[in-house]
């Protein structure tokens, strides 16, 4: 089955198959009664978006998705450019050496078309891999992101690019074509489409634990137009991964015409396995952090409140606000997701937004598995997909 067929087979399953869900009403958790939701946010949002979040939450300003009441024309430009754009997140960023290594190690000594074709499969299993989980969240109104919370996908990812690593210092030689011809393959035909696009399917879940603003608003135009009975609406994650996908058929072939190997490509292989390595003990800590903390005990927890001043409970934190009469800001973060990392490495850092956020009671909820406690009820109740989430709560007088 080529690229074409499996492309046209899943969006016929997903428009055939898939039957529209009745809207439900949403029914306010137990926890929360008493709360009014004020403002909710999701992905990594730079000082000046995150203080208009906050700005506007305080206002009463509601909320809006910028895609809706788009034309169609105007709607798939702007998923596209969202979807281009998915390719600078913290998740998706750092795996770019790596991304164009895979794809040159196939095409440095080839042709331009090679390189092409090269980066049309990595990209075009991102697409797919990215409109398939899309597609899955809009009708199980599940998660994304839930696949990077697991122990066993971190291990097997640090094992994959073990293995990478190591060809890049051609301790070991990947080459799926030269399996499957039987026998060396021309020099002008090197690299491997099924690789490539494996790694691109790779890519495409790593991305996911990274939720773009422009993920949740495509994900809840989707799902309000699916509810609708507008089977089509399944497709618009694809599209946004069609347009993630977008600049790796053209990387392929910029790299494929690049001079011929030399004493240069030896060394830039070999940082570039570096990299892959580094990125593979990245993972491997990951995975150990993961089996660690499920395989331990829980305590009880001797104080609810962490260093910086945060509720570590939802229910403490809730408690307090309660007691004091103050707003709630709700993060809702964990350990996989890169996206928290640099929000406190950088927005939540920055003196403005610290000052904006002083009269609050804040609440930092660690989320490791999204699909058990609070985590599970929270999400469902503000309608996001993954994280970092954010909310705003004001208790009623």
Known sequence: MNAKTLLLVLLLGTVVIAQPAAPTAKQEPAILQGATVAGIAAGYLPTDAFLKFVADAEAGVKQTNALDNRGAASLVALILLGGLALNLTPCVLPMIPINLAIIGAGSRAGSRRRGWLLGGAYGLAMALVYGVIGGIVVVTAGTFGTINSSPWFNAGIAALFVVLGL???????????????????????????????????????????????????????????????????????????????????????????????????????????????????????????????????????????????????????????????????????????????????????????????????????????????????????????????????????
């Open 167 to 397: 060809a890049m210092f051609d301790v070991i030689t990947i080459d799926a074509s030269t399996l499957m011809r039987g026998g060396p393959v021309d020099p002008s035909k090197r690299g491997s489409l099924s690789l490539a696009f494996f790694m691109g399917g790779v890519a495409a879940l790593l991305a996911g634990a990274c939720v773009a603003p422009v993920v949740i608003q495509v994900i809840v135009l989707s799902s309000k137009l699916y509810a609708g009975g507008a089977t089509i609406a399944l497709g618009l994650p694809l599209l946004l991964g069609v347009g993630m996908a977008l600049p790796w058929p053209l990387a392929g072939a910029g790299i494929a015409a690049l001079p011929k190997p030399g004493a240069w490509m030896v060394r830039v292989k070999q940082v570039l396995g570096v990299l892959i390595l580094l990125t593979a003990v990245y993972y491997g800590y990951e995975a150990y952090h993961l089996f660690k903390s499920r395989s331990a005990t829980a305590a009880p927890a001797s104080a609810n409140v962490g260093a910086d001043g945060a509720y570590t409970t939802l229910a403490d934190g809730l408690a307090a606000a309660r007691r004091d009469k103050k707003p709630v800001f709700l993060d809702m973060w964990a350990t996989w997701c890169k996206n928290c990392v640099v929000m406190e490495q950088t927005t939540f850092k920055d003196p403005k937004v610290v000052k904006a956020l002083e009269n609050y009671v804040k609440i930092k909820l660690q989320s490791e598995d999204l699909e058990q406690g609070d985590a599970k009820v929270l999400l469902d109740r503000f309608e996001t997909f993954g994280l970092p989430t954010y909310a705003i709560l004001q208790f009623r007088e």
